[in-house]
């Protein structure tokens, strides 16, 4: 009898023993798993960046990536944040403004690839067309060269000013060599764009400030930059991180065919796919 439970003492042990190991094991088979998560961390305007950003994480999630979507409501710190590793991409700027923004600033930045094209858009409170500007009206214009040139460009197109044949890539206002309705120019940040309509006759607004602002790009542009613009909205990464999975990841997402649908539906228009 005492043998009989001395052996029922040890089986006990060994099964608690074994059932042990098990979960031993079962730790050690999910730990992978979970390391095998990578967080990547995103900067982006709230519109459209945002938007997209809650479009793809779902997606990246079955990838094994944990997407981190962090707003900025200016075109400097998102680069600066890239360079120095608190983000591992962007996408708010398009590649002239980056090239121009790197070089300033001395960072290793470059595009991962193209996503969509915003156009910007000419945008008045009492205006019906840029002609009916008054004499002396005074036209808000994008304070960064890139954009800067571009709002001129399309102030050129729309027959308010001309820009001198021999002018650099990037124009300014000491360009203009025909300003017939002695138009003055103000320089604004872009984020400041949208309020700036209060005071003055016409704004050069960029895309995603106007989105965010509650501007529709295709309805209330009194002129807007045409769809073959060279200026798409790219992800930027930091020069030779490319390859990594995580961000081959966001690339894939990012240029779907779910994600073009989902442009081409919520935007109208207003942002025209480059894939």
Not at 203 to 224: H, M, T, Y
């Given at each position: 009898?005492?043998?009989?439970?001395?052996?029922?003492?040890?089986?006990?042990?060994?099964?608690?023993?074994?059932?042990?190991?098990?979960?031993?094991?079962?730790?050690?088979?999910?730990?992978?798993?979970?390391?095998?998560?990578?967080?990547?961390?995103?900067?982006?305007?709230?519109?459209?960046?945002?938007?997209?950003?809650?479009?793809?994480?779902?997606?990246?999630?079955?990838?094994?990536?944990?997407?981190?979507?962090?707003?900025?409501?200016?075109?400097?710190?998102?680069?600066?944040?890239?360079?120095?590793?608190?983000?591992?991409?962007?996408?708010?700027?398009?590649?002239?403004?980056?090239?121009?923004?790197?070089?300033?600033?001395?960072?290793?930045?470059?595009s991962l690839v193209p996503v969509?094209?915003?156009?910007?858009?000419?945008?008045?409170?009492?205006?019906?067309?840029?002609?009916?500007?008054?004499?002396?009206?005074?036209?808000?214009?994008?304070?960064?060269?890139?954009?800067?040139?571009?709002?001129?460009?399309?102030?050129?197109?729309?027959?308010?000013?001309?820009?001198?044949?021999?002018?650099?890539?990037?124009?300014?206002?000491?360009?203009?060599?025909?300003?017939?309705k002695k138009l003055r120019f103000?320089?604004?940040?872009?984020?400041?764009?949208?309020?700036?309509?209060?005071?003055?006759?016409?704004?050069?607004?960029?895309?995603?400030?106007?989105?965010?602002?509650?501007?529709?790009?295709?309805?209330?542009?009194?002129?807007?930059?045409?769809?073959?613009?060279?200026?798409?909205?790219?992800?930027?990464?930091r020069t030779g991180e490319g390859?990594?999975?995580?961000?081959?990841?966001?690339?894939?997402?990012?240029?779907?065919?779910?994600?073009?649908?989902?442009?081409?539906?919520?935007?109208?228009?207003?942002?025209?796919?480059?894939?």
């Open positions: 009898m005492i043998l009989k439970k001395v052996a029922a003492l040890f089986l006990t042990a060994g099964l608690a023993v074994g059932l042990a190991g098990c979960g031993d094991d079962g730790a050690k088979n999910t730990a992978p798993a979970a390391e095998a998560v990578k967080t990547i961390k995103v900067g982006v305007s709230p519109v459209p960046g945002g938007d997209l950003m809650k479009e793809i994480a779902p997606v990246l999630a079955k990838e094994g990536v944990k997407l981190e979507s962090i707003e900025f409501s200016d075109y400097i710190q998102p680069n600066l944040a890239l360079a120095d590793g608190s983000l591992d991409a962007n996408l708010f700027q398009h590649k002239p403004y980056m090239d121009d923004f790197a070089k300033e600033h001395n960072l290793k930045i470059e969509f094209i915003a156009p910007i858009g000419i945008y008045s409170k009492t205006l019906k067309t840029p002609t009916d500007i008054a004499e002396g009206g005074s036209v808000a214009i994008p304070n960064d060269p890139t954009n800067g040139s571009r709002a001129l460009l399309l102030l050129e197109h729309a027959g308010l000013i001309k820009l001198a044949a021999d002018a650099p890539f990037l124009k300014s206002p000491a360009d203009i060599v025909d300003n017939p103000i320089e604004v940040e872009a984020a400041q764009l949208p309020r700036s309509l209060e005071d003055v006759a016409l704004a050069v607004i960029n895309c995603n400030f106007a989105l965010g602002a509650g501007l529709n790009p295709i309805k209330d542009a009194i002129a807007i930059e045409a769809k073959d613009s060279p200026y798409a909205n790219i992800v930027a990464v390859t990594r999975p995580e961000l081959q990841a966001l690339k894939r997402a990012l240029t779907s065919a779910e994600i073009k649908k989902f442009i081409e539906e919520k935007y109208q228009g207003s942002l025209i796919p480059t894939f």
